[in-house]
């Protein structure tokens, strides 16, 4: 995972570009990936793919000299800025300058124009310091870039188990010359389906790497409707490298299956982490997968301080924190494998207490001396969610949503099964 890291994080990997695309090749020498792949001419819901885009000279000299190299990092130019050859002013340059304003001594991810590639300008991200020691004078900017038809690349592993209903794991593939936002997520991501290689497993399961936001868009919008309704759940790998905790978000309807394995693998191992609302924790391609009707969580180690800043660096790494999460999502694939899937074969409401079912919890009336015990409490909370199911469940999510063990759980809606109301698997 770090060796991943070290070679690959320098990369100017934006949307479209040839380091990008050097960051394909050179994962597809890992695992055998699918490539998928969409043109400039396909757009999509509005979703514009921007040109493919590389930088070839950035400078800006004063009296002849260079005093700042656009080079220097993949985060110094303003992603996809504009050509630019000419000499400003103090007031004119500082129009076109950007800094953190957190720090001092670093620069900051300027990606807006990626996704608004009808709306550009040339500009640098340069650090407050110099910055704030630009003098009066007049100034020469030399940004050369080359353009050509941009496409969209994405990576996809499957790892294939006897059922086609599919447990995603995604991370983003872009973001220029930082390590944790992204890219280590990617490499915990591939070191599980790493390990997961030549083991059989009950459910389907894949690796997504694609450009955050829009990637994900395209990889989900232009996919074959059968395909994508074989998904059952996606879990979002954010920035997982840094020496910050864990942090699960849940999905938005917050109780996926993903999302419940997760929470008892890092409560059984006993490790520290937080756990977050939809979009409480983050607001990344999660929106995205729930908009196709996909529940998705995510893991990550947000926030962490140096977010969107070249600060974001390799020496920020943490092998141990990269191993401890991956140890999480090795263990929560484990034990989505030993539970069962439920289906359900019914709509609406059934009458319970109809001798030909015999399936009613009756939570009895205090009132006539019957008060409930907590387990027939549970019991009914449990049959009371049997019918509001919309999408296959373990019965392992069912029984941490309602308190019971998983055996009492399979017990019982395994007479459903017997009525023909769920199929378990």
Sequence with gaps: MMEILHDLTPLNRVICSSDYDKTIEYLQKI????????????????????????????????????????KWHAL???????????????????????YDHRYDDSITFHFRQLFRSWQREWGFCVPKTFYDGLQEGEY???IETEESQGALKMLEFTQKGELSET?????????????????????????????????????????????????????????????RERIL?????????????????????????????????????????RRGVFESIIINDEYIWEAYGIPSCSLSRMPYPEYHSSRDNCSLMSEACLEEAVGVLEKTVELLE????????????????????DLYIDLGQAAFGDAPSDERKKMRLLMD?????????????????????????????????????????
């Design 167 to 227: 447990f995603t794991f995604c991370a983003n593939l872009d973001h220029p010359g930082v390590a944790n936002d992204g890219l280590a997520g990617v490499v915990a991501g591939i070191e599980l389906f790493r390990r997961l290689a030549g083991k059989s497993t009950k459910f389907t399961y894949k690796l997504v790497l694609a450009q955050g936001i829009m990637g994900t868009e395209y990889y989900l919008g232009k996919q074959d409707k059968n395909e």
């Design 76 to 98: 110094a130019v303003i992603s996809l800025s504009q050509r630019f050859h000419g000499k400003v002013d103090l007031q004119e340059l500082k129009q076109h300058l950007h």
């Design 385 to 425: 969610l049997i019918p509001t199911l919309q999408r296959p469940v373990t019965t392992k999510s069912l029984a941490d949503r309602v308190g019971l063990e998983e055996a009492c759980v399979s017990d019982y809606l395994s007479r459903w099964a017997a009525k023909g109301l769920l199929e378990i698997r």
């Design 31 to 70: 695992l055998p990936f699918k490539v998928i792949e969409y043109r400039a001419d396909e757009e999509y819901n509005g979703w514009v793919i921007p040109p493919k885009w590389d930088v070839k000279e950035a400078k800006i000299l004063k009296d002849g000299k260079v005093i700042y190299d656009g």
């Design 233 to 273: 759940e996606c879990a979002c790998l954010w920035m997982l490298g840094s020496q910050t905790g864990l942090a699960l978000q849940e999905s938005r309807g917050a109780n996926s299956n993903l999302e419940q394995a997760m929470a008892a693998v890092m409560g059984g191992l006993g490790i520290p982490y």
């Design 338 to 357: 030993a539970s069962s899937l439920v289906y359900k074969k019914f709509e609406g409401n059934i009458c319970l207490s109809n001798p030909r079912y």
């Design 140 to 142: 020469e900017v030399v």
